[in-house]
């Protein structure tokens, strides 16, 4: 019996002597999680001094919200070139898609940000993914009317004559969003002004039927000019 009690109190002794390690562990890990809840809604509000301040104090450079999304790529959506640089050096990877596969590159290309194409670019960021919905930066970018940002993705491998699911061009996307200086640059580049979707339907259709007449008249034109 007092054997009995003898270990009991050793063993009592044992887990008071452990506790304050426990409890300081369990804070240390607390502590770290907020750190990195406050870095990522920093980073979505914009907040960029406090982004690099907590960064500083040891948050996760890669950290995600519930949507998926990075600082990286919420910089990027923004187009702040300098952010996007700065967190690219603290090596928060360049390709990590939010949960609708939406990747910074996309982000940047939509914001129009050729700065940040450029920076993700050189770290690498791949050119070739597409997102959710099918889009990839290049539609993004042409969709936008962001001229040299599709050149920057063609240097960097884009085939300007890449189709979705739905056989659209880069030129339809153009012509539909009535981006006459990209449709101009994609009849330029060689891309074909008679390919048709997967409705029948060619760039020339899908601008007119959106209100884009000037789109749909280059785009005539430029039919007109291969038939020759």
């Known amino acids: 019996m007092c054997h009995f009690r003898y270990s009991l109190l050793l063993m009592l002794l044992m887990l008071l002597s452990a506790a304050p390690w426990v409890t300081a562990g369990a804070s240390e890990e607390a502590d770290f999680y907020t750190l990195n809840a406050r870095m990522i809604a920093a980073a979505r509000n914009g907040e960029a001094p406090l982004v690099r301040d907590l960064l500083a104090q040891g948050a996760a450079p890669n950290t995600r919200n519930r949507g998926g999304n990075t600082a ?31 990747t910074p590159l996309m982000a940047a290309t939509s914001a129009g940000c050729l700065a940040c194409v450029d920076a993700l670019l050189a770290k690498g960021a791949r050119v070739g993914v597409r997102d959710q919905i099918d889009k990839s930066a290049a539609t993004y970018a042409t969709a936008g009317g962001h001229v040299e940002i599709l050149k920057a993705l063609s240097t960097a491998g884009v085939d300007l004559a890449e ?9 339809m996307w153009a012509a539909g969003y009535g981006q006459n200086a990209m449709v101009r640059y994609l009849l330029q580049a060689g891309v074909d002004p008679a390919l048709r979707d997967d409705r029948g339907k060619d ?10 007449a000037e789109a749909a008249a280059l785009v005539r034109a430029a039919q007109g000019e291969n038939a020759r």
Do not use: C, I, S, W
């Not at 189709?163 to 030129?171: E, I, N, P, Y």
């Open 72 to 102: 990286l790529l919420l910089f990027a959506e923004r187009g702040d070139a300098a952010m996007v640089a700065y967190l690219l050096a603290q090596g928060v990877d360049p390709q990590t898609p939010n949960l609708d596969k939406v």
């Open 163 to 171: 189709r979705d699911g739905h056989a659209l061009t880069l030129l």
């Open 203 to 212: 760039a020339a259709e899908v601008a007119a039927e959106l209100g884009h």
